[in-house]
């Protein structure tokens, strides 16, 4: 059993930088890959960003050349560097992680871009 757990949420005025972790409670070697998704209020789901085991990475459209996926092996955690914040980046942001087939999820973490 995998537990993911996300922190570094917050209120943050447009054009300002947050970062999230996902802590999981487990190696996170192993994983195949780990992801950010996103959830704002009235919409779907949506993809953020993936990190595989290997580092390849890839964005959404909506984020690239703004958030940065990391992660650390040693402290199994993941990272996303959120820069240039925009108001429509408001969202509750959650961690999704696959092991040996099973999909975990966090519990999420708002984000709150506002003036």
């Known amino acids: 059993q995998v537990q993911l757990v996300e922190s570094g949420g917050g209120l943050v005025q447009p054009g300002g930088s947050l970062r999230l972790s996902c802590a999981a409670s487990?190696?996170?070697?192993?994983?195949?890959?780990m992801a950010w998704y996103r959830q704002a209020p009235g919409k779907e789901r949506e993809f953020v960003a993936i990190i595989t085991t290997s580092g390849n990475t890839n964005y959404a459209d909506s984020v690239k050349g703004r958030f940065t996926i990391s992660r650390d092996n040693a402290k199994n955690t993941m990272y996303l560097q959120m820069n240039s914040l925009k108001p429509e980046d408001t969202a509750v942001y959650y961690c999704?992680?696959?092991?040996?087939?099973?999909?975990?999820w966090g519990q999420g973490t708002q984000v709150t871009v506002s003036s």
């Open positions: 999704k992680a696959e092991l040996f087939g099973t999909v975990y």
């Open positions: 487990g190696t996170i070697f192993s994983m195949n890959y």
